[in-house]
């Protein structure tokens, strides 16, 4: 009755703040006033898009939602080092051919599929592709493929605002070292919560239930962008 | 690490349809009213959360309907109920106003696209002329997009004029401007002369042949 009781108080807190995401979902583009700053600057601004990039992961919902489902399992610190290097790559990748190389992308379609890369995570920390398909598809690819679109995203993000071309090339370079920034604080603090979660008993016996809520995140966050995708297509 | 066994098939079926359900339930209740307005139960109303969409003009198709369906008040003694109200007369820009005036010589059948990096929600004043009559297409590219996707504002493709003004808002970030096309048999020139708040300019003269350039424009001085 008590673990009962239990769960059902985890899954008010989650479903509450799953609930307040698009309270805060302004936070997680580049905000009105950044924009203003990033639309009338002019030429090389190494520090103002050091923090813009930092800001944008650390209140990027979706990208730490991915964060969490790889290192859910991560117990080695080289393990966690190892994925989010991959990560890493992998979305700087992106972000730098997507606006230096002109790459346009549907920011809604981009968001979307990040929202499904969660979902995917999720589901596999819960052993759901070994269960269904009998195979366990390649992990660290998995990480690495999703990270070309979450860097994707955040290009799209970038190329909303019209830079001007002075000291582009510095300014998303500073911005994707931003990004690392923000993602090595972020990373950080999920860890410590993590680390102090798995202390407790209820770790593994919730981690199924956990991933499920992680998965339903991951849903809402593609049902928000496809809904988005259509309201402004039509 | 992980569990040895594993859970079920009935089990993990089970979790992934409560994880769709349970994201539609928290979409169709609070994200889809508080992002675009759309409201299927009324939570939103309820909630007071298709307030943040109205505030983010996600509605405004919906009210421009309902101004037009509205049953204009007779003329009379009697005061508007209900006076229209324009709730947006105000919109800060980012930008210090440009002004640019700019003359584009065609040959006959000549053709030149020129488009100001514009973004979204900002404003532009236009005027232009020519000496003769020209082809014209005003339209946009969004930055964020695939190449040659594009929106038409106003054209002719058929007989060609003279000239156009208008005050133009962006509906999304990105250039947008004019194709001009010398539809007679000598040369003409057009003149445009703007004002707005846009970054920069982008020119694409198609024949004669030649170079896709973007031009810097110099802020307004006192």
Known sequence: MLKKLKVLTGMVVVVSVLALLPAVSYAHGVSEGDAKFVEANKGTAIGPFLYLGAKHMVTGYDHLLFLVGVIFFLYRLRDVVQYVTLFTIGHSVTLLAGVLGGLHANPYIIDAIIGLSVAYKAFDNMDGFKRLLGFQPNTKLAVLVFGLFHGFGLATKLQELALTQQGLVANILSFNVGVEIGQACALTAVLIALSYWRMRSGYMQHAFATNTLLMAGGFILVGYQLAGYLVTRS | ?222
Do not use: C
């Open chain 2, 1 to 222: 690490m992980k569990q040895q066994t594993g859970p079920s098939v009935g089990k993990l079926i089970r979790a992934t349809l409560f994880a769709l359900i349970l994201a539609a339930v928290v979409l169709v209740v609070a994200v889809l009213p508080a992002e675009y307005g759309i409201d299927p139960l009324g939570t939103g109303k309820l909630l007071g959360l298709t307030q943040l969409a109205e505030q983010a003009g996600a509605t405004a198709p919906q009210n421009l309907k309902e101004l037009a369906e509205a049953k204009p008040t007779p003329i009379g003694n009697k005061q508007l109920a209900t006076p229209p109200v324009l709730t947006d007369w105000n919109r800060d820009q980012t930008r210090t106003y440009k002004v640019d005036n700019r003359k584009f010589e065609l040959p006959a059948g000549g053709q030149v696209e020129f488009k100001y990096q514009i973004r979204k929600g900002s404003n532009l004043v236009y005027s232009w002329q020519s000496t003769g009559k020209v082809k014209y297409e005003f339209h946009g590219e969004p930055n964020a997009g695939p190449n040659g996707t594009y929106q038409s504002y106003a054209k002719d493709d058929k007989v060609g004029v003279q000239q156009g003004h208008g005050s133009f808002t962006a509906p999304f970030s990105g250039i947008h401007g004019w194709y001009w096309e010398n539809a007679g048999t000598t040369p003409v020139t057009i003149q445009l002369t703007s004002a707005g708040f846009y970054s920069q300019a982008e020119l694409f003269p198609i024949v004669p042949k030649g170079e896709h350039t973007t031009v810097e424009l110099e802020d307004v001085k006192d």
